[in-house]
């Protein structure tokens, strides 16, 4: 399907009401992308949604979040069935519990069991994403001494964040590991792995999915400050970002996080990452049939910023209007891209290294003639969706259609920013066959004539030998040639 905007939208997916027809019009609404949270599904219901999804549609990306490593607070001891009531000024011990320690108004476990070594005294810690704060006094070798600076209620199971300390946190749970090995056996496309904060966490995912010999690609999600640190290493180490702003809303002042996220936003642009944005984009749409300007203004300065995706969360896994939220992505995608005078291609941006020099400047170069004769359509062939990730990266204007001869490649590419990905269900020794294919599939939403230019990205030893020429060239010049060739003609 050729869709009219060149942001991409992820779209989360609960078992709530996962149907072949609700998944349909969330797609036909501007859905680009589905994603599963590991963190409130189990394993059959996720199942569920991936079959109904590629029922629905094959070639429908498909992402799943691991839960990540985490502190959270203990259960509440049943005395307390409506959670206990802190006020500031309040003495509470935190230690750390091995499992089936049990909170009380006394002592607050939380499931980390070095809690108390890897927490200084005067550390703020942030529970129930920040509703309520303590701060620590005193320590000892088995518990600190913290006292509530901002009160609440506190009740089971709440997330718990120490801005500004290492905590020693496992890379990859052991649910995150069954969900991982889960994703491999289901076709599952990306694995967006949560509190990343260093390249080895993006590692000790790698070392799980090559172990299962699996093509699925890591989306690193960026919510602490530690992530922030190694920002650099961790965009090398990723297959793209998640700009997670919940968790990372949390541990930064509030305006702190836009700066943060336009910078990540270059950095994985110039990196040739995607990036996507989330968090509470549509979050009044979970209980309303229409937005509020902020919210609109907040998804329209993420596109201006030049992202690959905007992702919607509660809106479309709960809220009562997934489908209008979906529709209001796309409608303020499409609004915002008209801007030509904002969206400049980004040609001469400075590229980090990347390992595939050659097929870098091919993109370059693609986007930057797509910019200045008049292109149509820029057009290219990928085996792995390499080839199509960079062109994006250019942030050309001109809609690109990636010819891919594996599903994965088509599904990937579904993320990346004006790529729109197509199936050729078999390879042929013909290097400009996919020329044909891309114009048939242009010719189904869009009349081609005969001297309409094509900007073209393929490579003279096939797609196995990776992109190794630009070529422009009319519709004309392209169907006569692939006349001689089948005519044998032309070799």
């Known amino acids: 399907m050729y869709r009219k905007k060149r942001t991409k939208v992820v779209a989360t997916m609960s078992d709530f009401r996962c149907t072949e027809q609700f998944v349909q019009e969330l797609y036909d609404a501007g859905m680009d992308v589905v994603r599963i949270n590991s963190a409130h599904v189990s394993e ?7 079959e109904t999804v590629h029922r629905v549609n094959p070639s429908i990306p498909i992402m799943i979040d691991t839960k990540g490593p985490e502190i959270r607070v203990t259960t509440i001891a049943d005395e307390y069935g409506n959670g206990i009531h802190f006020q500031v000024g309040d003495i509470v011990s935190v230690r750390g519990s091995m499992g089936d320690d049990l909170t009380t108004r006394k002592v ?43 009160g609440g209620c506190m009740r089971s199971r709440k997330s718990v964040n120490v801005p500004g300390v290492s905590i020693d946190l496992p890379s990859v749970t052991e649910k995150d590991r069954r969900f991982i090995e889960w994703a491999v056996r289901n076709d599952v496309d990306f694995i967006a792995h949560s509190f990343v904060r260093s390249a080895r966490d993006v590692a000790a995912v790698q070392e799980i999915l090559d172990a299962h010999r699996s093509p699925i690609k890591i989306i690193s999600k960026i919510e602490n400050q530690e992530g922030l640190n190694n920002i650099d290493e961790i965009i090398e180490a990723s297959y ?26 270059e950095k994985c642009i110039a990196a040739k990452r995607p990036v996507i944005i989330a968090t509470q984009m549509l979050y009044s749409m979970v209980k309303n049939p229409r937005p509020t300007r902020a919210e609109v203004s907040d998804v329209a300065s993420a596109i201006y910023e030049r992202v690959d995706a905007v992702m919607l969360s509660d809106e479309t896994a709960m809220g009562d209007y997934p489908v209008q939220a979906v ?15 904002h969206f400049a291609p980004m040609i001469d941006m400075n590229m980090v290294s990347v390992n595939h020099e050659i097929t870098a400047q091919l993109a370059r170069t693609v986007v930057r003639a797509s910019t200045n004769l008049p292109v149509r359509y820029v057009v290219l062939d990928t085996k792995t969706g390499r080839t199509g990730r960079y062109v994006a990266a250019f942030r050309g204007r001109k809609p690109v259609v990636a ?11 579904g993320l990346s920013y004006g790529v729109v990905a197509i ?8 290097k400009y066959h ?27 030893f096939g797609p196995d030998g990776g992109a190794s020429y630009v070529e422009l060239a009319n519709v004309r010049n392209i169907r006569h040639r692939n006349e001689e060739i089948a005519a044998g003609m032309v070799r």
């Open 44 to 50: 059959e219901s996720a199942t569920r949604i991936v």
């Open 108 to 150: 607050v476990y939380m499931n980390v069991p070095t809690i108390v070594r890897d927490i200084p005294v005067g550390a703020r810690m942030l529970i129930a994403d920040g509703e309520m704060e303590i701060r620590v006094l005193e320590k000892s070798d088995d518990e600190l001494r913290c006292e509530f600076t901002v």
């Open 240 to 265: 793209g970002i998640m700009v997670a702003r919940g968790d990372l809303g949390v541990e930064l002042p509030a305006e702190a996080i836009p700066n943060t996220q336009r910078r990540i936003v």
């Open 327 to 341: 529709e209001t992505m796309s409608r303020v995608a499409r609004e915002i891209e008209r801007d030509e005078t």
């Open 403 to 413: 010819v891919c001869y594996q599903r994965h490649a088509q599904r990937i590419l």
């Open 423 to 430: 199936l050729r269900n078999q390879q042929v020794n013909d």
């Open 434 to 460: 996919f020329l044909i294919d891309a114009m048939e599939f242009i010719d189904q939403y869009t009349k081609l004539d005969e001297e309409d230019l094509l900007a073209i990205v393929g490579g003279s």
